[in-house]
């Protein structure tokens, strides 16, 4: 049936290097806006790499079908009552439960491979010290054909703004998809409101005590339409220096 079964000493079950749950347990939480063409088809994937996690979607009041598809492959569905992406994940951190272990955040488009939570899991299992692995999407692993000219050259100016001003040195700050341990987002209550959540949860991170790990992730180009915009630039530079004073 499986090509290979292992049980590692603390309870988790790999099994064609999908990790399954014995003793931990994953929420799977997106941030969706008018994305019925990207979410099921990310749902779906995660699935096959999570088939026990939870799955919780925030959905920005969308006018498409996001909440409809999300909703018939079993994921739960809150609406926001807010805006932004950053608005809507803090809504979805009210929404952990208690036996949450780690919580896996990603975009509804598509653009995410789920073939790497496995191992992004499986780092934070094998090191306490490490609070959250984010996918990185600059490597020299895979070619970065995903993303347009101006995206590409305004994350690397934001990554290299990022790391001078906060001293923390990540390739990708910016990425959206992070595995992080429960108990950091619990004590957590973001400020971000929009695009530049990412930023203040690398540094909620470090002030828990905790290092971030990258590992290198392939990226695709996104299905839908993209809400990120060249003002949320600012928004991000903003918090990055709201964050190091
Ligand atoms: N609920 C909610 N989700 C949002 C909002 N704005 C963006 N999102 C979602 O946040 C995620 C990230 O937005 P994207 O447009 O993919 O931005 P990005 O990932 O920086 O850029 P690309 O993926 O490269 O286009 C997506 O799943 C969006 O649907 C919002 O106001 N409310
Ligand atoms: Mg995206």
Redesign the pocket.
């Known amino acids: 049936m499986f090509a290979y079964i292992r049980f590692e000493s603390f309870g988790v079950l790999v099994m064609d290097g999908k990790v399954d749950r014995l003793f931990h347990s994953n929420l799977v939480l ?6 019925e063409t990207g979410i099921g088809l990310t749902i779906s994937e995660f699935k096959q790499y999570l088939p026990d996690s939870v799955f919780l979607v ?3 009041n969308s006018s498409d079908n996001t909440a409809h598809v999300a909703a018939s492959l079993g994921a739960k569905v809150v609406y ?1 009552t807010g ?3 950053g ?2 994940l803090s809504q979805g951190l009210q929404h952990i439960g208690s036996t949450i272990d780690y919580v896996i955040l990603t ?3 598509y ?1 995410y491979p789920a073939v790497f939570v496995p191992k992004m899991l499986q780092i934070l299992y094998d090191d306490p010290r490490i609070g959250m692995v984010c996918g990185n999407r600059f490597n020299s692993h895979f070619g970065l054909k ?2 347009a000219d101006l ?1 590409y050259f305004g994350n690397r100016a934001l990554a290299f703004a990022h790391n001078m001003l906060n001293g923390i040195n990540l390739r990708d700050p ?1 990425t ?1 998809l992070r595995v992080v341990r429960s108990e950091i987002l619990k004590k957590w209550k973001p400020k971000s409101e929009s ?1 530049d959540i990412e930023v203040e949860l690398n540094h909620v991170v470090e002030r828990q005590g905790y290092h971030i790990m990258e590992i290198p992730i392939s990226y695709r180009s ?1 299905i839908g339409e ?3 915009k060249p003002k949320h630039g600012f928004e991000i530079f903003r918090r990055m220096l709201t964050e190091s004073i």
């Open positions: 997106i941030a969706a806006l008018n994305e925030v959905d920005g926001q805006r932004g992406k608005n809507a975009d509804a488009d653009t995903g993303m995206f910016l959206g695009f996104r993209k809400k990120l």
